[in-house]
């Protein structure tokens, strides 16, 4: 019992990281239709500025308390956000209107490109980082069994939700979110109604991007360990997350998340910790052949 | 009735010089030229495959004409060149069009369509959405001013009591006009030029009666109205001037009484023995 609730607190966490990645995957689809395989790398790079930001400020004697944190969270998002909207720029944008294969393509030659850019700017080996937030909370005490939520857990779960919450608002609330869903109902109609779609959809990629990076950051403090390569597991994770919850669906991606981070601790707690990934890319498949749409997508209706 | 003259320049508000558009081998529109006069509703008529639709995609900037310009003129404005213009800012410059078959937002309610069209007013106000996030800014005073515009247009089209329904979900008359309150909300103030493919296919009689009164008041408010249409009843009885096309030429423009008996249009619609000449 005291294992399971253990098991369950360090899955939602995990999910959570998987949630923010597969918003960026499913708005993006939304938007282009289109699966932007190089997302993963994005998160990837948001992990390595908050490294950077931490060790700068740890070089000027900073690196202390919630205020290193909020910074290294906030430097990454901006610097991560730009590569979003500089990918979309260069790689996607000349390609609007061609072949729907070719932005695909182009999409997993960035992820290859960005990965071999960190692992030569950055090196190859590993990049560890001390704990920023050691310790936590005893929520339960079963026998010689210690259930703990660390600090670093409550971060994950605190900010995920707060930043979720802002970009709901975002998508629901506000002329751009509003824009956002408009281009991916009817791009052309929305382009007739006056709003520039190529904008629209750079911030789309924006925000996706820096959502990634929240993701990055939560990353590195959590596990306190990263490399150039982390982006392709967590990214085809996250992928199948936005799968899983119904590709294009906001809140589809964050339940699609928080099932896949569940399903991949609880299975690496009683079962075998090498089969993982198997366990949560073994839903990938089922999903797609006997849940094409997902948990909650929308049924595609094609229209002539 | 004013002389051609007088006709030319000075109310003019939608000038189409002898546009083009090919596809391949195929002359959807051949050399057409017409002027829409500011206030006026403009009727474009023309058997199946006419070319009506296309002239009304170039002018929209959903297609690039081959050849040919099309130039919007505002009082006190130098004229828009609009077929040098990206589509969005063919409508920021005025021009709003509704389409045969309805391209509404199915998603979104009926009010939310009304609101996407207020986007660039919107946005600018919100200070790039981070203010409305915020609840800072001049934003919840704009919000509410766009909504206000939307009121009176979700009135004005009998739409009131579903403004908070999905569009997709609404009957097909209503979809029709939310299609048009829609385009009457995408410029402040309301479009300069209204571009209107068929808006009454599939209306019933008093449903077309209802949309010939409500093109009646859109032009009152001074906006002046491009019009496709088949349903002759409403083009004979709202327009001030009718274009037909045939094979994507133009073959009359005259006031609707002259056009009613010309009999290069009666050929036109009925058919006539040795077509090709």
Same mark, same amino acid.
């Given at each position: 019992?005291?294992?399971?609730?253990?098991?369950?607190?360090?899955?939602? /966490?995990?999910?959570?990281? #998987?949630?923010?990645?597969?918003?960026? #995957?499913?708005?993006?689809?939304?938007?282009?239709?289109?699966?932007?395989?190089?997302?993963?790398?994005?998160?990837?790079?948001?992990?390595?500025?908050?490294?950077?930001?931490?060790?700068?400020? /740890?070089?000027?004697?900073?690196?202390d308390g919630p205020a290193a944190i909020l910074l290294m969270l906030l430097i990454s998002m901006a610097f991560t956000a730009f590569y979003g909207w500089t990918m979309e720029r260069v790689a996607y944008r000349p390609l609007r209107g061609s072949f729907r294969l070719a932005p695909l393509i182009t999409a997993i030659g960035l992820s290859?490109?960005?990965?071999? #850019?960190?692992?030569? /700017?950055?090196?190859?080996?590993?990049?560890?980082? @001390?704990?920023?937030?050691?310790?936590?909370? @005893?929520?339960?005490?079963?026998?010689?069994?210690v259930v703990q939520l660390s600090f670093t857990q409550m971060l994950i779960i605190g900010v995920t939700l707060a930043v979720l919450a802002v970009f709901t608002l975002l998508v629901t609330r506000t002329?751009?979110?509003?824009?956002?869903?408009?281009? @991916?109902? =009817?791009?052309?109609?929305?382009?007739?109604?006056?709003?520039?779609?190529?904008?629209?959809? /750079?911030?789309?990629?924006?925000?996706?991007?820096?959502?990634?990076?929240?993701?990055?950051?939560?990353?590195?403090?959590?596990?306190?360990?990263? =490399?150039?390569y982390i982006g392709f597991l967590a990214g085809v994770k996250a992928f199948t997350a936005a799968v899983l919850g119904g590709i294009g669906s906001l809140p589809g991606a964050v339940l699609g998340g928080l099932l896949i981070g569940l399903i991949e601790t609880f299975w690496s707690a009683y079962f075998s910790v090498q089969y993982k990934d198997v366990a949560a890319f073994s839903i990938l498949v089922l999903t797609l052949i006997f849940l094409p749409t997902g948990l909650l997508g929308r049924q595609e209706v094609e229209k002539v | 009735m004013?002389?051609?003259?007088?006709?030319?320049?000075?109310?003019?508000?939608?000038?189409?010089?002898?546009?083009?558009?090919?596809?391949?081998?195929?002359?959807a529109v051949d050399r057409v030229s017409f002027t829409a006069l500011r206030g006026e509703i403009t009727a474009l008529i023309g058997p199946n495959g006419a070319g009506k639709t296309t002239l009304f995609n170039c002018i929209t900037g959903f297609y690039r004409p081959s050849e040919g310009a099309i130039r919007l003129h505002r009082p006190g404005a130098l004229p828009v060149d609009l077929h040098r213009l990206a589509g969005y800012r063919i409508a920021r410059s005025g021009v709003a069009r509704t389409f045969q078959n309805i391209r509404l937002f199915p998603g979104m309610t009926a009010l939310e369509n009304l609101l996407v069209a207020q986007h660039n007013t919107l946005m600018a106000a919100s200070g790039w959405a981070v203010g409305a996030v915020l609840g800072l800014s001049r934003y919840p005073a704009a919000e509410r001013a766009a909504i206000e515009v939307a009121?009176?247009?979700?009135?004005?089209?009998?739409?009131?009591?579903?403004?908070?329904?999905?569009?997709?979900?609404?009957?097909?008359?209503?979809?029709?006009?939310?299609?048009? &309150?829609?385009?009457?909300?995408?410029?402040?103030?309301?479009p300069a030029l209204l571009c209107l493919?068929?808006?009454?296919?599939?209306?019933?009689?008093?449903?077309?009666?209802?949309?010939?009164?409500?093109?009646?008041?859109? +032009?009152?408010?001074?906006?002046?109205?491009?019009?496709?249409?088949?349903?002759?009843?409403?083009?004979?009885?709202?327009?001030?001037?009718?274009?037909?096309?045939?094979?994507?030429?133009?073959? &009359?423009?005259?006031?609707?009484?002259?056009? +009613?008996?010309?009999?290069?249009v009666i050929a036109a619609y009925l058919g006539e023995e040795g077509e090709e000449e």
């Open positions: 019992m005291a294992y399971a609730l253990q098991q369950l607190i360090n899955g939602i /966490s995990l999910g959570m990281i #998987y949630g923010l990645i597969a918003v960026g #995957y499913t708005m993006v689809y939304g938007i282009i239709g289109m699966i932007n395989f190089a997302h993963g790398d994005v998160f990837m790079i948001g992990a390595f500025i908050a490294l950077i930001t931490a060790l700068l400020l /740890s070089a000027g004697g900073m690196l290859i490109v960005l990965q071999n #850019y960190v692992q030569v /700017s950055q090196g190859a080996r590993v990049k560890p980082m @001390e704990a920023l937030l050691p310790g936590g909370i @005893e929520v339960m005490r079963d026998g010689g069994f002329p751009l979110g509003r824009a956002m869903r408009a281009c @991916e109902q =009817d791009r052309k109609m929305a382009a007739l109604l006056g709003i520039d779609t190529d904008r629209t959809i /750079s911030l789309t990629f924006v925000i996706g991007a820096a959502l990634a990076a929240v993701a990055g950051t939560m990353y590195l403090l959590r596990y306190g360990v990263i =490399d150039f | 004013k002389p051609p003259a007088a006709r030319a320049h000075r109310d003019m508000i939608l000038e189409v010089a002898n546009l083009t558009m090919r596809f391949g081998g195929l002359t009121r009176r247009w979700l009135l004005a089209t009998h739409l009131l009591d579903r403004a908070d329904d999905p569009a997709g979900a609404l009957p097909y008359g209503a979809q029709r006009r939310l299609e048009i &309150a829609r385009a009457m909300c995408s410029s402040p103030g309301g493919d068929e808006p009454a296919a599939g209306l019933n009689p008093r449903e077309s009666e209802e949309l010939a009164r409500l093109l009646l008041e859109i +032009r009152a408010d001074g906006t002046s109205i491009l019009l496709i249409e088949h349903d002759m009843g409403v083009v004979m009885k709202i327009s001030d001037r009718v274009v037909v096309l045939d094979h994507g030429r133009r073959i &009359a423009d005259a006031a609707p009484a002259a056009v +009613r008996s010309d009999p290069k």
